[in-house]
């Protein structure tokens, strides 16, 4: 009996660390680029396992999710179809559809093989990347065939080898942006009406100067059985409301990471240029410093990314199960999550999207999907971002200020009052939050305009000055002019 209490005691002990473990993981970093613990940012509402969903075949290798209104769709890869759940007004998930087939013609009903991904358009009709049929389906509202996206129609494709379409996305124009295994030229793009347009948002060639030379004098055997000069591939892909693809990468050399080198998440224009904000200390990479605690190693890797309506764009990290926010300067808001198997841990995250605020984080490992709502704390800081995105300032400015009577160490915060400070003409306010946090330029900017200000407050004083000097200068001179002549008399 002793023996038994003792265990429950111990057991007990474990179930709490873990669970205080799980609640003091949420963290940004500092200027010397050190992890400072931050309050919570976000809450396990619930997790829901595969059984949990009482569906008639559990999840098997679900490998994406994808939100449109209240309803979440799970890619559930083995089982060949897409489930599609109604995220209810009490935060559950709740089946209501199963997508394994579709109608051609009205007549013939054909089905899924190993489907990746889907993308629902703001008409119903929705992209599936029905991978191991080589091809994109897209379908309307009522599963009925409209049109098929096929293998890119081009001299320079390499067609001996399977065309696999593993992401889609589309444009409000109806245009569809494809990511394909075997594939290493960006986006495959097609137009409305399905036509291969191209190649879209090349990642550059990774050059590198040794292998140049080892090919250079190599045999031709070893120059086959070596790789060639290629550009890296997208992972996964989020079209913001804007029209902006955000595309990651996982294809990088890890020290290139911290110099900005490296470009693990990208924001494609019109014509494929990144063009993501990066006005933060450190790029927007994930972990700053990484080790190999508990058999991780490595740097963060990005498996997906999803982009809020105010441009606030979430990464999610598989090789740490950790969640990355950034604003859309490039400034680290918060970062939270680890790898386990307690709520709100992963143990092979593969996707990550959100309806409002709230997150949704799909666990190819364990085929479950965990449900996030933000805390008091996150909801300051989202609110403080908005309100300065709107030009609220004062109201941005207050808000800050409830961020730092819970986290006086949050760094964001002083540098958020700083520029809410800067835009109501508050320079010297502005200038000694920048200085607090050692955030340079903003300083230097501040300062330019307190100068100016400084000098047009004082410009009367300073000409009166100047007059008065150079008139003493004057005077000096006309006394030793006749001094001068005094003594030549």
């Known amino acids: 009996m002793k023996k038994e209490k003792l265990f429950l005691i111990i057991a007990s002990l474990f179930t709490l660390c873990a669970g205080l473990y799980a609640k003091d993981d949420a963290y940004t970093y500092d200027f010397w680029e050190q992890p400072q613990k931050s309050p919570d940012v976000y809450s396990v509402t619930h997790v829901v396992y595969a ?6 075949e559990p999840l098997k290798n679900p490998t994406n999710l994808f939100c449109k209104d209240n309803f979440v769709y799970v890619t559930d890869t083995d089982n060949n179809r897409i489930v599609q759940l109604e995220y209810t ?8 559809r199963i997508i394994d087939h579709f109608n051609s013609n009205g007549q013939v009903e054909e089905k899924f093989s190993a489907p990746k991904d889907i993308f629902v358009n703001a008409d119903g009709s929705m992209f599936i990347a029905d991978t191991n049929n080589s091809r994109v389906v897209k379908l309307d509202k009522d599963l009925n065939y409209i049109m098929t996206l096929k293998e890119p129609d081009d001299p320079t494709y390499d067609s001996s080898k399977q065309f696999l379409p593993e992401k889609v996305i589309a444009d409000s124009k109806g245009r ?27 990642n550059k ?7 140049y030379l080892w090919k250079k004098f190599s045999t031709k055997e070893q120059r086959d059985q070596m790789a060639s000069f290629s550009p890296t591939e997208f992972t996964n892909a989020f079209m913001d409301k804007e029209g902006f693809i955000y595309a990651v990468t996982k294809t ?12 693990p998440i990208r924001r494609l224009n019109a014509l494929g240029d990144d063009i993501l904000v990066e006005n933060a200390f450190d790029p927007p990479v994930g972990d700053l410093t990484w080790g190999t605690a508990a058999g991780i190693q490595g740097s963060s890797k990005f498996s997906d990314i999803t982009v809020l309506d105010d441009e606030i764009y979430i990464a999610l990290d598989e090789t740490h199960g950790r969640i990355f ?24 995250p593969c996707s990550i999207e959100h309806i409002g605020k709230d997150l949704f984080v799909l666990d190819n490992t364990n085929a479950s999907i965990t449900v996030l709502s933000p805390t008091e704390f996150g909801n300051y800081i989202y609110l403080a971002t908005e309100q300065y995105g709107r030009g609220e300032y004062d109201e941005s400015a207050e808000t800050w200020n409830k961020v730092l009577q819970q986290n006086a160490n949050y760094d964001l915060a002083y540098i958020g009052l700083g520029k809410s ?29 307190y100068r100016k200000e400084w000098v047009e407050e004082h410009f009367s004083t300073i000409a009166g000055i100047v007059i008065g000097i150079i008139a003493l200068i004057l005077i000096i001179k006309i006394i030793k002019y006749f001094k001068r002549e005094f003594k030549s008399l």
Do not use: H
Not at 51 to 56: E, I, R, S, V, Y
Not at 89 to 96: I, N, W
Not at 187 to 197: C, L, M
């Open 51 to 56: 059984d949990g969903l009482k569906l008639d």
């Open 89 to 96: 007004s009490d935060k559950k998930l709740v089946p209501v």
């Open 176 to 202: 569809a942006y494809v990511i394909a295994r075997n594939l290493n030229r960006g986006f495959v793009k097609y137009e409305y009406d399905g036509k291969f347009q191209g190649f879209f948002g090349a």
């Open 205 to 211: 060639v990774i050059f590198d100067f040794t292998d």
């Open 252 to 263: 990088f050399d890890e020290w290139d990471l911290l110099s900005g080198d490296a470009k």
């Open 325 to 348: 926010a950034y604003d859309n300067q490039g400034y680290l808001l918060f970062a939270f999550g680890n790898r386990g198997n307690i709520d709100g841990f992963f143990r092979l």
């Open 421 to 449: 400070y800067l835009r109501k003409n508050e320079y010297k306010k502005a200038m000694d939050c920048f200085k607090l946090k050692r955030d340079r330029r903003d300083y230097s900017k501040a300062f330019g305009y």
